[in-house]
């Protein structure tokens, strides 16, 4: 996010050994990762008395209804997510940037703390705990008369629609993205908003014209991590989701560790294929994001 | 659009965190949780006596959650602080490139990310060890601590450094006396972020761990699939007092020991 703001050197090349660790990590593991990502997907795999190259293990996933199932099923899920996450993250960020006092600034500031420590298994644990037929709100709505039984609650978290993985997403990204708009936001109304105000701007109208447009780079940055992170998550859609949909990553993980050797190159154009559409999306999503952000969506 | 009540807003925000908070802290500590009942009944030590004594898995867990996330968080610091150091001192070729290419693995779906890792790990021989676990982790970690330790070098102004230096400072002098205490926030919230992220993680651990490596999530998994309410509860509780204390102490510690500006998750 910070560009190097220190005087720039007047030497031309940094010292090669402050990023030997990073480029040797980075190129060996995420790099070579990549390579035999190719290579195998490709179908050459000569340890497994596999030598026929082609691009038939694409061919195969992408004519299966089921993996365009999975691959919709996931987008949509990352997408809602962090379009909510983030508006809700503005929300909060705007509420706390003109609120007043200062104690609420600060305990708002702590929650949002919270969520961002809370592990993910955590929350899975928590909305499991609050939604689920015999979950507490299940409970409450039994004892005020809502329902009669836990039958008659509607099913949230197995449902079609991912409404317990969503959640989840939701109350992670939430406080990840609120963290980040809070910091950068308060930083350029602090400058900016008393021009504004003296000039007659209402706070929404600072907010839409001032705020936004330049804390636009933070913001995408931080929603775009959580748009990923939710497209390539295994362990939420997993304990959370229904038997008849399943996201990518569980269709992905699944055939990864089968023990059928005839099943590797799928497995690895899946991954490809997955990490492809996930770069994609998330440039597309992040530019979209931008562009509603700076105003210049009409 | 009328004005929300900012009260009304913090309220629900409190409710969302704190209600299922104390469920878990009441379920944890109560063994009788039939159907209608809104909250726990019967008092028992049970489920925590389970977790702490009978679970052979759990003291594993704790103990290797607690080595690899120290250990990942010592390292993607070192590493984040030395990149830092070069991104914003120096200027070279291919900058941009690279301070693009350092956030990557966050934008990768990370299932993607590791299956691709974990088949170097198997090049490398790297498959479940705690070496392959703590290095997978400092992929994710990396950029984080890289983007703190630009923040806070940025802040340095040159002058010091070249003062310093005017009146004989060595290399290594410059960085210990001059530099860590002026980077010493950033390196605590850098520690700090990297060891909550790590502790956090589950998958990347489940895969390069082999399933020999245990967790404190891994302890957990089993708990949720199961629909294990009072075993769940308490992992839960020893889950994020770590988190907290680690947090909560970091945050103590840059604001009363070093008196700096509250950096904390800012």
Known sequence: ?298 | MKKILPGALIGLLIGLVLIPLLLIMLLSFFSYYKYPQVLPTAFSLANWQQLLTQNRLFWTGLINSLVIATATAIGATIVGLMTGRALTRYRFRGQQLLLLLLSLPLFIPSIALFIGVHLMMIQLALINTYLGVILAQMIISIPYATTISMAFFAGIPRDIEDLARTLGCSNKKLFFKVMAPLLLPGILLSLSICFVLSFSEYFSVFLVGGGRIITVSMVMFPFLSNSDYGNGAAISLVFLGVNLAVFIGADVLIRKKVKGRPYLYE
């Not at chain 1, 026929?52 to 089921?66: F, G, M, N, R, W």
């Not at chain 1, 836990?150 to 959640?167: S, T």
């Not at chain 1, 308060?186 to 014209?209: C, E, H, P, R, W």
């Open chain 1, 1 to 298: 996010m910070t560009k190097g703001c220190g005087l720039p050197s007047n030497k031309p090349t940094a010292p090669l050994f402050l990023l030997v660790p990073v480029i040797l990590l980075y190129s060996l593991l995420i790099g070579g990762g990549l390579l035999k990502l190719i290579i195998e997907s490709s179908g050459f795999i000569p340890a497994l008395g596999l030598q026929e190259v082609s691009l038939s293990h694409y061919l195969k996933i992408l004519a299966e209804p089921t993996f365009l199932a999975s691959l919709g099923y996931s987008l949509y899920l990352a997408f809602v997510s962090a379009s909510l996450s983030t508006f809700l993250g503005l929300l909060i960020a705007y509420k706390m940037v003109f609120s007043k006092k200062d104690s609420i600034k600060k305990l708002t500031r702590k929650i949002l703390q919270v969520g961002v420590v809370l592990p993910y298994l955590l929350v899975v644990f928590l909305v499991m705990l609050m939604l689920s037929k015999a979950g507490l709100v299940s409970r409450i709505a039994y004892q005020a008369g809502l329902i009669g039984g836990l039958d008659q609650f509607p099913n949230l978290l197995y449902d079609p629609w991912g409404g317990g993985i969503i959640l989840t997403f939701v109350a992670k990204g939430t406080p990840f993205i609120g963290l980040f708009a809070v910091t950068v936001m308060a930083n350029i109304s602090d400058t900016y908003s008393q021009v504004a105000k003296t000039l007659g701007l209402s706070n929404f109208m600072i907010l839409k014209k001032i705020i936004l447009p330049l804390s636009s780079n933070a913001i995408v940055w931080s929603s775009a991590i959580i748009f990923a992170y939710n497209l390539g998550s295994f362990e939420v859609p997993y304990l959370l989701g229904n038997v008849k949909v399943v996201s990518l990553s569980s269709r992905l993980y699944s055939l990864y560790i089968s023990p059928q050797i005839d099943t590797i190159p799928t497995a690895m154009a899946m991954s490809l294929t997955l990490l492809l559409v996930g770069l994609i999306s998330v440039c597309i999503y992040g530019l979209l994001l931008n562009r509603l952000l700076k105003g210049k969506s009409r």
